[in-house]
Structures are given as structure tokens and as C-alpha cells.
């Protein structure tokens, strides 16, 4: 009997197909535009309801352990591996279909008023607490006669709007704001990855914002002939408008909002290539532990040479150097930069500069991680004790070892102390390392932004 059904099963699958080769070899010859407009939305709407067909075989299968009796752990890896189909594609569906049995009436609707967008988003925008699932199970019918009669968006609007209905002690714009984050991460090759989280009063601010001031772009790139994508002008609004808000009334900011570090071969490298006056080679002249061929952001992020001299402006819209824009600091073999005393107790923004430059962005605290944000500029020897303001009484320090060191005389440099040694996780005893002789020569230059702004 169980053969029987299932043959039968397999022709009926059989004369579908059959069907799809008849319908696939008239579709050059449709000429009525009505009837090709009908067949597409029919399509559509018969993929719905494969694809919710898809998801209840899936999860039949699933319970009745098809996967585990082939040798595959999911229901994804046994149709992947005999079909060209992802397997990720398919559990998701298996997943989507599970969830619907807690909802016999939008199961019931899957394939037909809802399709797996509109499930989609009410499991995962709706269904996050034991308050909105035990109402959702109620309202299962406002649901699907809202997404039989409005389009996709009005039901998104709809869904949002039962949100708000539910939720008379406000703990939806509560959860909204207490949740309300925004990072700027590191991604491949040094690059911002941003991300964040916020209200829909405050997102709706922001895109308002980032929206005009990218149309403001699109028109100077018009005029300009410049070629932008809009994600590019949109990437380009949001750092306009927070370098604007952040100046002060006279133009300048409180502090530098980026320093790039670069050494004058790597420059040289860079501003010859782009003119033309260098032959372009294989690799590009930067390395991590050669002072003459540094080139990275005041944190220590490396970025690739011609970034940079975009980013500093040194090339000009005739593609002429223009190198007006860089500070120079004179390095020794060790990365120190030379001393130059100031009679001050706050140490000048270029003495901040050059520690950490030498610091390299990060606090000198062994074995501190601290994020470049948190770096003060300390003194050594405290002022209380009558200590000099000047560099080689300067350290870079994060907040809280600044804090703790309070008033005492402390933290000796790194540039002063033995390193201590590195732990061989193969060996339980390991040697002291030994300190090398140091070249204290001031042979190197290194160049940074005088604007600091770009």
C-alpha cells in the first residue's frame, strides 16, 4: 500500500513536470501581454506554495528520521547530496515549518495568503517573548486576512502596528531604547565594519540626514563628473555630517579625528607610482617591524599606501602631488621620537602626537589591550614630584593604569625595560631572553597629518 501511494506520488510529480516543459516551450510564442502577465503571477504563486510544500515534506521527513537512516545529520546535507540545492536552504525551510505547528491557522494559510516572507518575519519579529506568542496564537487570523488583502509592506505596517496594540506598558520602546548600541569594528584589511542598533524615532532621524546630505553628493558628483555608487555618497553623508557636528563653532574639533603615520620612502613609493614617475611593481613597500616602511593609522591599523595619500588629499584633481598637508617627525633605529621639552604640566597635542606615534596606538602597560580611546598621554615622574614636562617623561597609558598609578612615580617606559620573556608553551622552563644593545641613531623620518582631518 505505502509503494502504491508513493508511486503514485512520483506521477503526479511526473505530469507537474511534464506540465512545467509545456507551459516553458509556449512561453516564446505568448504574445498577449495579459495572459504573460498572468502566467508570471501564476508561477509566483505556485512557487509559494511549492515552497510551503517543501517545508512540511521537510519536516515529515525530518520526524521520521529520512536523514539519519541515509547517514546525514539534517534533512539539508540528504537533499544536498542528491540534488544542486543548499543545504542551509532547505533546514531553514524544515525550521520555518516546525515553527508553524505551534500556529494551525497560519499553517494552514502557508503557501496560499502567506508566503515564507510574511512567515518569516513573524517569527522573527513577533514572536521574541512569551507575551507576544501566547497573543499571536490568538490573533492567528488578523494575520493572514491582513497579508490576503494589503501588499507586503502594508503587512509589515500592520504587524508593527499589533505590536504597539499589545504592548500597553510600553516595554516594546523600552526594550527599543535600553537596546540601542553602535560599534565601529575592524574588518578585513583594516577596513570599518560598522554596526548598531537604535529606535525607529532615532533611525528615522539619522536616514533623514544621511538621505539629503547624500543628494547634496549625487548633484556636486553630477557636476563634478564624478561616478559614486549610493551607498558610497550614503558612506560618505554619514562621515560628513558627523565631522560636521562634531567641529567646533570656528571650524576646528576639540581633538584630531584620525592621524595616518606613514614614513617618507613609502610616501616617496606612493606619490612617484601614482604620477607615473615610478614603474608600478609587484609588491608594495610596507612592512610591520621596519620603521621605513610603516604606513598605518595612529592605532596601529595598516592601510595600503595610496589609501592614505587619497585620503591625506596629497594627490590634486590634475593628479599633482601636493605633499602641504604632513608634519614630520624625526625617528631613531627604535622608533623614538627626539626629545623636546616644553615647561607645561599638559603636554602639547604634538608631544600627544609623537607618543603615540611611538606607542603605536596602545597603552605601554605590558600585556594591556586597552582600546585606543581610553589612551592618556601620563607623565613618568608626576608633576607632584616635580617631574618635567617634557618627552622623555612622557608615556602613553590607558585610563585605568593612569588612574591606578594615582600620584607615584611609576610605569617605567617601555622603551627603558627588559621585555619580559615570552612563555614556550612546549617546554615548562624557559630562559630570560637577554636584552640587545640599542642604535640610537635619529636616522629615520616619519610623516603624519597636520590636519588630521579626513
Same mark, same amino acid.
Given at each position: 500500500m505505502?509503494?502504491g501511494?508513493?508511486?503514485?506520488?512520483?506521477?503526479?510529480?511526473?505530469?507537474?513536470?511534464?506540465?512545467?516543459?509545456?507551459?516553458?516551450?509556449?512561453r516564446?510564442?505568448i504574445?498577449?501581454?495579459?495572459?504573460?502577465?498572468?502566467?508570471?503571477?501564476?508561477?509566483?504563486e505556485?512557487?509559494?506554495?511549492?515552497?510551503?510544500?517543501?517545508?512540511?515534506?521537510?519536516?515529515?521527513?525530518?520526524?521520521?528520521?529520512?536523514?539519519?537512516?541515509?547517514?546525514?545529520?539534517?534533512?539539508?546535507?540528504?537533499?544536498?547530496?542528491?540534488?544542486?540545492?543548499?543545504?542551509?536552504?532547505?533546514?531553514?525551510?524544515?525550521?520555518?515549518?516546525?515553527?508553524?505547528?505551534?500556529?494551525?491557522?497560519?499553517?494552514?494559510?502557508?503557501?496560499?495568503?502567506?508566503?515564507?516572507?510574511?512567515v518569516?518575519?513573524?517569527?522573527?519579529?513577533?514572536?521574541?517573548?512569551?507575551? *507576544?506568542?501566547?497573543?499571536?496564537?490568538? =490573533?492567528? #487570523?488578523?494575520?493572514?486576512?491582513?497579508? %490576503? &488583502?494589503?501588499?507586503?509592506? /502594508? $503587512?509589515?505596517?500592520?504587524?508593527?502596528y499589533?505590536?504597539?496594540?499589545?504592548?500597553?506598558?510600553?516595554?516594546?520602546?523600552?526594550?527599543?531604547?535600553?537596546?540601542?548600541?553602535?560599534?565601529?569594528?575592524?574588518?578585513?584589511?583594516?577596513?570599518?565594519?560598522?554596526?548598531g542598533?537604535?529606535?525607529?524615532v532615532?533611525?528615522?532621524?539619522i536616514n533623514?540626514?544621511?538621505?539629503?546630505?547624500?543628494?547634496?553628493?549625487?548633484?556636486?558628483?553630477? *557636476?563634478?563628473?564624478v561616478?559614486?555608487? =549610493?551607498? #558610497?555618497?550614503?558612506?560618505a553623508?554619514? %562621515? &560628513?555630517?558627523?565631522?560636521? /557636528? $562634531?567641529?567646533?563653532?570656528?571650524?576646528?574639533?576639540?581633538?584630531?579625528?584620525?592621524?595616518?603615520?606613514?614614513?617618507?620612502?613609502?610616501?616617496?613609493w606612493?606619490?612617484?607610482?601614482?604620477?607615473?614617475?615610478?614603474?608600478?611593481?609587484?609588491?608594495?613597500p610596507?612592512h610591520?617591524?621596519?620603521?621605513?616602511?610603516?604606513?598605518?593609522?595612529?592605532?596601529?591599523?595598516?592601510?595600503?599606501?595610496?589609501?592614505?595619500?587619497?585620503?591625506?588629499?596629497?594627490?590634486?584633481?590634475?593628479?599633482?602631488?601636493?605633499?602641504?598637508?604632513?608634519?614630520?617627525?624625526?625617528?631613531?633605529a627604535?622608533?623614538?621620537?627626539?626629545?623636546?621639552?616644553?615647561?607645561?604640566?599638559?603636554?602639547?597635542?604634538?608631544m600627544?602626537?609623537?607618543?603615540?606615534?611611538?606607542?603605536?596606538?596602545?597603552?605601554?602597560?605590558?600585556g594591556?589591550?586597552?582600546?585606543?580611546?581610553?589612551?592618556?598621554?601620563?607623565?613618568?615622574?608626576?608633576v607632584?614630584?616635580?617631574?618635567?614636562?617634557?618627552?622623555?617623561?612622557?608615556?602613553?597609558?590607558?585610563?585605568?593604569?593612569?588612574?591606578?598609578?594615582?600620584?607615584?612615580?611609576?610605569?617605567?617606559?617601555?622603551?627603558?625595560?627588559?621585555?619580559?620573556?615570552?612563555r614556550?608553551?612546549?617546554?615548562?622552563?624557559?630562559?630570560?631572553?637577554?636584552?640587545?644593545?640599542?642604535?640610537?641613531?635619529?636616522?629615520?623620518?616619519?610623516?603624519?597629518?597636520?590636519?588630521?582631518?579626513?
Open positions: 505505502f509503494m501511494q508513493s508511486d503514485t506520488v512520483n506521477d503526479l510529480f511526473t505530469d507537474i513536470a511534464k506540465a512545467l516543459d509545456d507551459i516553458d516551450q509556449r516564446d510564442f504574445v498577449d501581454r495579459t495572459e504573460l502577465g498572468d502566467a508570471m503571477c501564476t508561477v509566483v505556485l512557487g509559494h506554495r511549492v515552497s510551503s510544500l517543501q517545508a512540511r515534506l521537510g519536516l515529515q521527513c525530518t520526524n521520521n528520521n529520512v536523514a539519519v537512516e541515509s547517514g546525514h545529520r539534517t534533512m539539508g546535507q540528504y537533499v544536498a547530496a542528491r540534488t544542486n540545492s543548499q543545504a542551509v536552504v532547505i533546514d531553514r525551510k524544515v525550521k520555518r515549518a516546525k515553527w508553524l505547528r505551534d500556529f494551525p491557522v497560519l499553517e494552514a494559510a502557508h503557501g496560499h495568503e502567506l508566503t515564507d516572507a510574511h518569516d518575519y513573524l517569527r522573527k519579529h513577533l514572536d521574541g517573548t512569551y507575551d *507576544t506568542h501566547t497573543a499571536l496564537v490568538h =490573533d492567528q #487570523q488578523f494575520f493572514v486576512d491582513t497579508a %490576503a &488583502t494589503c501588499s507586503f509592506p /502594508g $503587512f509589515v505596517q500592520a504587524c508593527d499589533w505590536l504597539a496594540h499589545i504592548d500597553p506598558d510600553g516595554k516594546e520602546p523600552i526594550d527599543q531604547i535600553d537596546k540601542a548600541f553602535f560599534r565601529v569594528g575592524k574588518g578585513r584589511g583594516g577596513r570599518g565594519d560598522l554596526k542598533q537604535c529606535d525607529a532615532t533611525a528615522q532621524a533623514t540626514a544621511v538621505e539629503h546630505e547624500a543628494e547634496k553628493l549625487r548633484r556636486l558628483d553630477k *557636476t563634478n563628473g561616478e559614486r555608487t =549610493d551607498g #558610497q555618497r550614503k558612506m553623508a554619514l %562621515a &560628513t555630517l558627523v565631522t560636521r /557636528g $562634531f567641529a567646533r563653532e570656528d571650524g576646528t574639533y576639540p581633538v584630531s579625528l584620525g592621524n595616518i603615520v606613514m614614513s617618507q620612502k613609502v610616501l616617496d606612493a606619490l612617484g607610482t601614482l604620477n607615473g614617475d615610478i614603474e608600478p611593481t609587484d609588491t608594495v610596507v610591520p617591524t621596519d620603521i621605513d616602511r610603516r604606513c598605518e593609522l595612529i592605532d596601529g591599523t595598516p592601510i595600503h599606501p595610496f589609501l592614505a595619500v587619497h585620503a591625506l588629499g596629497l594627490i590634486n584633481s590634475n593628479g599633482v602631488a601636493n605633499p602641504v598637508n604632513l608634519r614630520r617627525y624625526i625617528l631613531d627604535d622608533s623614538r621620537v627626539l626629545d623636546v621639552s616644553v615647561n607645561a604640566r599638559i603636554f602639547p597635542d604634538w600627544r602626537t609623537a607618543a603615540l606615534i611611538q606607542s603605536r596606538g596602545h597603552c605601554e602597560q605590558k594591556c589591550d586597552a582600546p585606543h580611546h581610553w589612551l592618556q598621554i601620563d607623565h613618568v615622574d608626576p607632584a614630584n616635580h617631574g618635567p614636562t617634557q618627552f622623555d617623561n612622557a608615556q602613553t597609558g590607558c585610563r585605568p593604569d593612569n588612574q591606578a598609578k594615582g600620584a607615584t612615580t611609576g610605569h617605567t617606559p617601555w622603551r627603558n625595560q627588559t621585555p619580559p620573556p615570552r614556550n608553551p612546549r617546554r615548562q622552563q624557559h630562559r630570560p631572553s637577554s636584552s640587545s644593545d640599542t642604535n640610537d641613531d635619529p636616522d629615520t623620518e616619519i610623516g603624519t597629518t597636520d590636519n588630521d582631518i579626513f
